[in-house]
């Protein structure tokens, strides 16, 4: 298929998604219009804790549906999982107002198997709410790193060192940017990106995730740098 075809398909889903009654971004139950979560699903998430920079606790419902969105070919995901998100900046909009909105980008071999940059369409959702300037290419990825997964915490930050740059450095250089992924593990990814948008002249870089890892919120909380997740997941 094409790239005019797939992206042709992608916008006539995205409009029947419109059309139809709001479902809850975990199981498809019937919502109220607004509702990421049906109730039996909202209640097994966890609000994450201020200073996270995420929303939710990367967990239950949350994580269903973003493993949904990313594995099962679920772009739509993106509007109840990106008004999520904004719950995460909405607190500091005010700081951002204005901002570039960039990506955690997927390297184009990823970006290919899956059709689309779940962190662009997420962020895409935010943009408007901050009278910001979107850059879905402002970073671009410069190898293809193997699944965070299969990773300690050590060798995640070593495996996307130096893997992210930005693409114009012209484009960030003296701006504040609101850089925006999905899921926040170990925020090795976050660091490697903010790393290269800073190297770029950017003036700032701040982040938001619809979700962030349990084990990060607890050493958040306890001021411990070292601890392993409670769960594993796909990053
Ligand atoms: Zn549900």
Redesign the pocket.
Known sequence: MGHFASSTSLAIELVLHALAPAR?A??D?RVKLLAA??P??ASTTEAAPAGAAAALVYAG?VAAAIVRMKYASRPDLARPLGDLLWRSVEPRAAAWRGALVVPVPLHPVRLAERGFNQSALLAARVVGRLDGRFEPRGLVRTRETPRQTTLDRAARATNVAGAFRARDASVVRGRAVLLVDDVATTGATLDACARALLDAGAASVGRAVVAVAAHRVVAASQGAVQSEPRTRWRS
């Open positions: 809850c975990a199981c139950a979560f049906c039996a699903c419902a």
